[in-house]
Every structure is written in structure tokens, then in C-alpha cells.
């Protein structure tokens, strides 16, 4: 039998439209071995690694007269080779032209009648590299059925594993429209209110369906409706989306926030300031230069509110990828001047949000029904997609990933960024990876709305280094 698709899930498809596709996505850099890497190898990784993940040879299949949610259904035609393709650089291929390529890939929709992501491996990059460039539906990676694809190409060993497996999967027939109409019935018997909620709104009103995810929890209400006392202020990063995109990598020494957390927080301050407030304290003086290179009003009072998920464990879990997972909403002091005040203030914000109660924990958004974090980027792209885009200015995203290197068929990762989806007058998304040593930011914009966020890429570098080079705050 068919396997419904949750209200939450389907509502991710309900919800895109063609300028905010809802996909989130991976960038992978990585050193080529002596042997070489090329496209055939992947697909034979692929191919292999998916016999344990049924749902990436599952496609979406609407029940007629939306009497229940889609279904996911075995794709008869599927075929590894139209989800992992090729793409090259001209030769040396440098970050620029990596960077203007995913914004190219990234914004253009998934084919919905086949399986819900894409893969790329991209040639020709200078030293000797080559990228991995993915797509994953925020519909697809559930948290139950679904990890993210980048999940599945990664292993830890530079030595490629085992992967024997005899995959016998054949494709089951796809349901009739009167097979989908029974089952749909079938359910209603063992769920009737999921009938009315389905066709009154046909899952096609935001507010409604929002309300509809957030309702079932009321410390979720509690933490939206503080929020929503005070709507985020107005800012060049809420403006109309287009389908036209741009990205900037930006790449940073996990030992540098490290060393900005020491020297800034000593004493009994220590344990109240993590390495996740030094990065939004970074992130927030990006901020005030870029908008001072815009000509934008900054004065003391000026913030940008953003909507960070966040590790709950101690500064040394958050460097491992953590089953915990918090959303808070935070004000960044973009119009405090001092560098190390700003860190302070960023840390006191969360720190108080946190012992309020007002954020909302990873064990409420798992019994929302699909929100196990799998992959907390992909976490953080569907909570953000169930709040109002009156409440935060900007999605700011921090995964910590291992501190070990990564490989594939014995390539070895050197880096990896995110790509983040944009939401509706959302013009900016921030996500970024501590890995092996490093923090990796991925900048993903609305073309028209943010040309210059390459000079935001470049003042999170700056702003880095004015927090090492920050005079201790004297802060009681």
C-alpha cells in the first residue's frame, strides 16, 4: 500500500511556488585522489547507498479530489541518471564561477513526477578539485523515512566501505485512481478530522496551514506569540523574491571563534557565551558593515532580528552533530558599535530566551510529526517555513559537523556549505558548517534585492577579525 504523506510534509509542497522552491541544498568540495573521480563512480555510490533508502525511488502522487494527503509511490521509470548529472567548470575553475554556478542550479525547481532531488558533480575546479552539489525536498528528508542525500554520499573511512548489497527492489504498481480514492476512505474511517482539515483548506493557505503544524503544541504558540508581540523591524533583507539567485562561500578557522570565546568571556562570563554566540556575533557586524557600505541609517537602536536554531548541549557537543535542537529568536545588536559588547549582549539575548522557556526544543518539533532532525539544516528550513514571515528578518542556521575528515570513494572533503531555501520576502538565507576544523558559510540571496552580498561574504571575514582583535569588555 501507498505510504501517505504526513499534513506537515505535504504542506511543504502546498506551500512552494516557483520563486521559493523548498528544497535545501550542499555544496562539497573535495581533493581529487590519485586515481581520479568521475561521474560513473558516483552513480555507482549512489545506486548503492539508496537500496537503503527506499524514498529516493518514490515519487508524489496526488489523490483525486484532495480527499486525503499525497502519496508516495515506487517510480517505475526511475532512473539514477536523471537525478545525478554532470557539470564542469573551463579550467582552472575557481570559487567565483563555482559560486555563480549553484546559484544558477540551486533555484530551479525539482521535477515533481519523478523522486524529489538532484545531484551534481561538478569537474574542473582549480588544485586539483571537484565539487558535489546537492538537492533534497524539504518533503522528502522527514526525519522518519529520509536522510539527507549528502548524508548517504559521506563515509568517514578514506578507504571506500563494503557496499555489496543485492539490490532486488523492483518498482510496486502504481495505485489506480479508484485504489487511491478507497485507501483515502479507508483512512478517513480511522481518521475523520483529517478528512474536513484536508478539504477545507486543501492545503493551500499558509496561515492555515501554519497554525495547523504549530497548534498541536502549545509551548510552540507560547514561543510564536512572544515572538509576535513585537514584529521584526523593517530591513533590506525582507523585500520581494524573485527566481533569479546569487551565493557566496565564505570560509573560517574554527580555532579563531575558539580563541575570540577564551579571550572575550573569561571568569564567571565563560560558561554563559558559546562558540554559537560568538558566530552570530560575527554574523551581526557583518551586518552593520554591510549596511554602512549601503548607506543604510545604523544607529544604537538598529537590530535585525533573526530566527537561529540552535545546539542545547555544551560548547564541546555543539562541535558534534547533536541530537538537540532549539529555535530562538534573537535581535541582533547591529547598532552597538563595540565589537565585544555586541558578543555579550548576543549571549545574554539567547541565554535569557532559553531559561524564559520561550525557544522551542527539538523533542516538541519531533512530535509535530516529521521533525526528527536527520539533518538539522533540513530542520531548520521546514521550521521556517512554518512561521510567519512577519516575525524575523533572516534564518541563520549553525549544523556542527564532525571534526574529522570526510571522504567519498577516497576523496577527501575539504569543505562544505550550505544553500538554504529563501521564504517569501525573505531575501537572504545564512547556513553554515563547523567541519574538520573550520566553519563554512553559505550566503544564498535574491539576485535583485542583494547584489552586493558578496561584500557581506567579506565582511564576515572582517568582522571575525574585530573580535580577535576586540579590547575585553569590561561586563559585570
Known sequence: MADRMSTLDSSFLALEEPSTPMHVGSVMVFDAPDEGFDYDRLVGIIARRIAYVPRYRQRVRNVPGRLANPVWIDDERFDVTYHVRRSALPRPGGDEQLEELIARIQPRPLDRSRPLWEVYLVEGLADDRFAIITKTHQALVDGVNAVDIAHLILEDSESPGSQSVHDTWRPSREPSQTELIVSALADTVRAPGQLVETVQSGITDVKTTAGRVLGVAGEVVSALARASASPAPTSPLNARVGRARRYVMVGTDLDDYKKVRSRLTQGAFADDVSINDVILATITGAFRTWLMMRGESVHGATTIRAMVPVSVHDVESELSAGRHLTACFVDLPVGEPGASMRLHQIAFAMRQQMEAGSAVGADTLVGLGGFAPPTMHTLAARLGGAVSRRLFNVAITNVPGPQHPLFVAGAQMASTYPVMPLG??????????????????????????LPDVDVLGQSIVDSLQELLEAPRSRTR
Request: glycine share 16%; hydrophobic share 35%.
Open 424 to 449: 517569501v520576502s525573505k531575501a537572504l538565507s545564512i547556513g553554515l558548517t563547523s567541519y574538520d576544523g573550520g566553519v563554512y558559510y553559505g550566503l544564498y540571496a535574491d539576485r535583485d534585492a
